[in-house]
Nanobody, 124 residues
Framework: VQLQASGGGLVQTGGSLRLSCAAS????????RGWFRQAPGKEREFVAV????????FYADSVKGRFTISRDNAESIVYLQMNSLKPEDTAVYYC??????????????????WGQGTLVTVSS
C-alpha cells in the first residue's frame, strides 16, 4: 500500500489548509487512517485518527476544535481540514494507515503504512 499526501504549503496565522492522503489500493478504504506531524528537532506526534467506518475520530488536544479529519471511502482518501492555524502547527505532516478493527490507535508505532509527508508552514 502506498499513501500519497498533498496539500501542504505556506499560510499566515489564522489561515486554513486542507491536506489529502490517497491510498494506492481501494481495499485500504476501510482501514484506520491518521495524520501525524513532526516539527524540526522533535519527535513525530499524533494529530488525528479516524476509524475505518469513519464513525470514530480522535484528536490531539493541541488541535481539537481547529482540525477535522474525514474520509471518502469510495476514493480511499483521507482529509485533514486545518483551520485557525498557528505558528506551532508548522511541521511536516504525515498520513498513515493500518489494518485493524475497533478503536484506531494514536501511537506512531501502531501504523505500518506511511505517506511521504507534506510541509505545512504557518507564518506569524
Amino acid at each position: 500500500v502506498q499513501l500519497q499526501a498533498s496539500g501542504g504549503g505556506l499560510v499566515q496565522t489564522g489561515g486554513s489548509l486542507r491536506l489529502s492522503c490517497a491510498a494506492s489500493i481501494r481495499t485500504f478504504s476501510n482501514c484506520h487512517r491518521g495524520w501525524f506531524r513532526q516539527a524540526p528537532g522533535k519527535e513525530r506526534e499524533f494529530v488525528a485518527v479516524i476509524s475505518g467506518s469513519g464513525r470514530s475520530t480522535f484528536y490531539a488536544d493541541s488541535v481539537k476544535g481547529r482540525f477535522t479529519i474525514s474520509r471518502d471511502n469510495a476514493e480511499s482518501i483521507v482529509y485533514l481540514q486545518m483551520n485557525s492555524l498557528k505558528p506551532e502547527d508548522t511541521a511536516v505532516y504525515y498520513c498513515a494507515g493500518q489494518y485493524g478493527l475497533g478503536t484506531p490507535s494514536t501511537r506512531v508505532s501502531e501504523y505500518a503504512y506511511w505517506g511521504q509527508g507534506t510541509l505545512v508552514t504557518v507564518s506569524s
